[in-house]
């Protein structure tokens, strides 16, 4: 069955970085769209970025843009999140989830940005 | 950006009852790109409708979507203990993903 195993959480500093990523199996990797979705304790869901399928294509939400790149190496059936110049607001559980729509998610990793 | 706005914030029913929620968009969703889920605590989403009203792999019929352009629906014809959740709408399909803020449905 599909799994997708995130890791790379913890507690990382204002302004400082953190790399996310997640090893994937069970489904034919280069298929697929992937996409991080984050979501802060006790709100909603937000959605942060897409990776196309060969990686070509990549969009971001505005509130990460310029400051998170996403990256995947189809070889290895992992996809990364490169977290930059991070902010309180960034502290959310992070969902590496795949398809379009999102039809798989993993569990979540927890990223806390606090001094 | 496509801002989506659901209602009510929390349904409050008893199980048997039907529950509808809403789910409306700024501006038009193309090709009907909209999706729901259901979230329960300590969980990850689960999807349960694509493309406005497509039921995804192991949804029950109980569960059903609808609507077109900028307005969407999702209804549960009749509670189960299980359907108690938070439940987002999303559309996906462009440059710029978007959720809504979710609707809680709790047992009365």
């Known amino acids: 069955q599909v799994q997708l195993v995130e890791s790379g959480g913890g507690v990382v500093q204002p302004g400082r970085s953190v790399r996310l990523s997640c090893a994937a199996s069970?489904?034919?990797?280069?298929?697929?769209?992937m996409h991080w979705v984050r979501q802060a304790p006790g709100k909603g869901l937000e959605w942060v970025t897409i990776?196309?399928?060969?990686?070509?294509?990549?969009y971001y939400a505005d509130s990460v843009k310029g400051r998170f790149t996403i990256s995947r190496d189809n070889s290895k059936n992992t996809v990364d999140l490169q977290m930059n110049s991070l902010r309180p607001e960034d502290t959310a559980i992070y969902y590496c989830a795949c398809g379009s729509p999102v039809s798989e998610w993993g569990q979540g990793t927890l990223v806390t940005v606090s001094s | 950006e496509i801002v989506l706005t659901q209602s009510p914030g929390t349904l409050s029913l008893s199980p048997g009852e039907r529950a509808t929620l809403s789910c409306r968009a700024s501006?038009?969703?193309?090709?009907?790109?909209l999706a729901w889920y259901q979230q329960k605590p300590g969980q990850a989403p689960r999807l349960l409708i694509f493309?406005?009203?497509t039921r995804a792999t192991g949804i029950p019929d109980r569960i059903s979507g609808s609507g077109s352009g900028t307005d969407f629906t999702l209804t549960i014809s009749r509670l189960e203990p299980e359907d108690f959740a938070v439940y987002y709408c999303l559309q996906y399909g462009g440059s710029s993903w978007t959720f809504g803020q979710g609707t809680k449905v709790e047992i009365k």
């Open positions: 501006q038009s969703v193309g090709s009907n790109y």
């Open positions: 990776i196309s399928s060969d990686g070509s294509i990549k």
């Open positions: 493309g406005a009203s």
């Open positions: 069970g489904f034919i990797f280069n298929n697929y769209a």
